[in-house]
T-cell receptor
């Protein structure tokens, strides 16, 4: 349970605010992921980092900006969000991306955009 | 393009009965298949995966899944359900050298 941590757990922000979500993994993994989970929708993969290099960006709007300063930390910077961006944002990590390694998820940040 | 479907939004099972959560997939090559579970206010938790070999895969908490290539299915099963198994279950598929795709999830209710 403490392998992947996310802060804050809950965030309420206005559309003009700037905030950041933080993720930290203590598993020695080389890959990290951001997902968006909305009600009654499949989990949406947003970004993938492998060894601190972004390897995937799934047509995510530019108001979401990821940052991976090292293999243990991942940030998601948010600015001028829309109400439809309200969701649970999940961070995950895995040993790597080149093989079918399972992913380990954090508890998520519940984001509400007002 | 690869895809995964979980045809049931919700499954209700009496405690002690066997349970099945269905998953079908579509890929052009050989798939990697996964099951994850999500408890309230938690992230997803890995249960089991199929890569190759034996079609019956055993995982955590007594769960197992059977890979059926002809039916392109990977149903999750457990012989005897517990109330604590109540959660949201996600099937996922990954084609070689491609990204993982998750199904929309099936909510499992185990009735005491």
């Amino acid at each position: 349970e403490t392998g992947v941590t996310q802060t804050p757990r809950h965030l309420v922000m206005g559309m003009t605010n700037k905030k950041s979500l933080k993720c930290e993994q203590h598993l020695g993994h080389n890959a990290m992921y951001w997902y968006k989970q909305s009600a009654k929708k499949p989990l949406e993969l947003m970004f993938v980092y492998s060894l601190e290099e972004r390897v995937e960006n799934n047509s995510v709007p530019s108001r979401f900006s990821p940052e991976c300063p090292n293999s243990s930390h991942l940030f998601l910077h948010l600015h001028t969000l829309q109400p439809e961006d309200s969701a649970l944002y999940l961070c995950a990590s895995s040993l790597g991306t080149e093989r079918p390694y399972e992913q380990y998820f954090g508890p998520g940040t519940r984001l509400t955009v007002t | 393009a690869q895809s995964v479907a979980q045809p049931e939004d919700q499954v209700n099972v009496a405690e002690g009965n066997p349970l099945t959560v269905k998953c079908t997939y579509s890929v052009s090559g050989n798939p990697y298949l996964f099951w994850y579970v999500q408890y309230p206010n938690r992230g997803l938790q890995f249960l089991l995966k199929y890569i190759t070999g034996d079609n019956l895969v055993k995982g955590s908490y007594g769960f197992e899944a059977e890979f059926n290539k002809s039916q392109t299915s990977f149903h999750l099963k457990k012989p005897s359900a517990l109330v604590s198994d109540s959660a949201l279950y996600f099937c996922a598929v990954r084609e070689r050298d491609d990204k993982i795709i998750f199904g929309k999830g099936t909510r499992l209710h185990i009735l005491p």
